[in-house]
């Protein structure tokens, strides 16, 4: 049987007394975790039109401002995503399309933030399709695990929380670095935003592997019982 409790990311986020006040606030109310977990999206798609849009931004300061909201959109978004979660076990509010709005809206919502940030100020459109790429194929190792009984493999080191720790790193950094910091110098190609990409489509590269390991491993386990 599914267990959802033990289907979890384990997230230390879950035991700090304000989100568990707001999942608490959240439960009592008609809000679904669905309709949290939809929500996310749309955070998504604001953190990844406000990063492309510093691309076609004149000035600095609306440049900084945008990155600043990308930054928080992003963060919003990984709250929705943890609130969902606790609204439907700890509120008792989950549904039987609950695994849908937990899983779908997720790839949709790491899409829109790394092809939003190729197509931001020193970012490239390829790199960011790529991020969107491998971060699905990381998810869809994790969920290979889950379908041949080998349970949810969360293992790193780039999975969600870290690929979008990295995202709002760098829109912090893109938001208070000086234009001449953005980019190295000697290699004007090599930017802040690109730079993060393609740390984020290796790390998921060797999450994926990871993941396929551990996986392997544990069906070798189980087939030697």
């Given at each position: ?112 933030i ?9 970012g ?9 790429l ?54 004007p ?31 070798r ?5």
């Amino acid at each position: 049987m599914n267990d959802p409790v033990a289907n979890r990311r384990p997230i230390k986020s879950r035991q700090m007394p304000v989100f568990q006040w707001l999942a608490a606030r959240l439960a009592r109310t008609a809000i679904t975790p669905n309709q949290i977990s939809g929500t996310s999206i749309a955070l998504a798609f604001a953190a990844g039109c406000a990063m492309a849009a510093t691309s076609a931004s004149d000035t600095v300061i609306t440049q900084r401002g945008l990155w600043i909201l990308a930054a928080a959109m992003i963060q919003c978004r990984l709250i929705a995503n943890l609130l969902d979660g606790m609204v439907a076990v700890e509120g008792g509010k989950s549904s039987p399309v609950g695994d849908l709005f937990n899983e779908v809206p997720d790839r949709i919502s790491d899409s829109a933030i790394f092809i939003g940030a190729g197509y931001a100020v020193g970012g490239y459109p390829l790199l960011g399709f790529a991020a969107a790429l491998i971060a699905m194929f990381v998810a869809y190792v994790r969920a290979i695990g889950a379908s041949v009984d080998a349970g949810q493999v969360f293992a790193g080191p780039f999975a969600k929380p870290q690929r979008m720790a990295l995202m709002i790193v760098t829109c912090i950094a893109m938001a208070i670095l000086p234009a001449a910091w953005q980019s190295i110098p000697s290699q004007p190609t090599i930017t802040v935003v690109a730079t993060a990409l393609a740390v984020i489509c290796i790390g998921g590269i060797i999450t994926a592997i990871r993941r396929l390991q551990k996986i392997a491993a544990i069906l070798r386990s189980k087939s030697e019982r």
